[in-house]
């Protein structure tokens, strides 16, 4: 089978162990990376004249990728996530819409064509702070912070006014992410630091990572479902009544779990 990897980075180790694990195996394995180059993506698709791969595991988000994975799609070819799936991942505000539709527990969202929208004044409804604020469009350097107040959120819209975002509530915590990833039905577990805040105080190792309640496993999986993916990942919280999700991230950098590369190579030559 011809397996394409979508992606600027080869040499990720989740992407590298699982191509040298299908190159093992006999397969032909290639790297695409959609931004490049100059030109149309499509014309370094194949070559050598052979056509498109049967597969391409789509790791780039930007724009370039999702147009060529569309294109690909349009043509015949398996593509993980699709590109559907993927674009949904990256708008904050339509995730949030599904997820609520869905019952999938988040925090209240709501979403703001510009930051400076979210000052008070004017007539605006004052916030519940602490709250969360993110870019609409996840991206690499995107915004994620946390405002305790007027003053915090001012500072913010000073330096990202015309930034499109959306406003949730935060959600108290330990410190600790716990960050579920999911290939192809197989959960897969870490901690990780929250983004914003300070850990705990005498905190400094990441708790171990033992078997979470089903209630955590079984809210992983179904935003598989409700969001159409293949290759995800999951950040949850514990807040009282049971785990909440903080964010839903398409084929993210998953990096440490054994067994993942194994994984990820039986999806890509798993048959539709």
């Excluded at 394409?4 to 695409?32: E, I």
């Amino acid at each position: 089978m011809r397996v394409c990897l979508l992606t600027d980075k080869p040499d990720h180790p989740l992407l590298a162990a699982t191509a040298a694990l299908l190159a093992g195996a006999g397969h032909r394995v290639t790297f695409l990376d959609p931004d490049a180059g100059p030109g149309d993506p499509w014309e370094r698709i194949a070559p050598d004249g052979r056509g498109p791969a049967e597969v391409y595991l789509l790791k780039a988000h930007t724009p370039a990728a999702l147009a060529l994975a569309r294109r690909l799609e349009a043509h015949g070819a398996r593509v993980v996530n699709s590109a559907a799936a993927t674009e949904l991942c990256q708008d904050r505000g339509r995730l949030a819409e599904v997820a609520d539709a869905a019952a999938l527990p988040m925090p209240r969202t709501r979403t703001l064509a510009a930051l400076s929208d979210a000052l008070p004044g004017a007539g605006r409804p004052e916030h519940r702070y602490p709250l969360m604020v993110k870019s609409r469009h996840s991206r690499r350097a995107d915004l994620v912070a946390r405002a305790d107040g007027p003053d915090a959120l001012r500072e913010l819209a000073a330096a990202w006014p015309d930034e499109p975002v959306v406003l949730q509530d935060f959600v108290p915590n330990s410190g600790w992410d716990h960050k579920l990833w999911v290939i192809s039905g197989e959960v897969f577990t870490a901690v990780r630091p929250t983004p914003v805040g300070a850990l705990p105080r005498g905190a400094h190792d990441a708790p171990l990572v033992r078997d979470l309640p089903s209630a955590w496993t079984g809210t992983a999986l179904r935003a598989g479902e409700v969001f159409g993916l293949d290759v995800y990942g999951v950040d949850l919280l514990d807040r009282e009544g049971g785990p909440v999700v903080v964010d839903v991230n398409a084929f993210p950098g998953i990096r440490g779990p054994q067994g993942a590369p194994a994984a990820l190579a039986a999806l890509a030559l798993r048959r539709p």
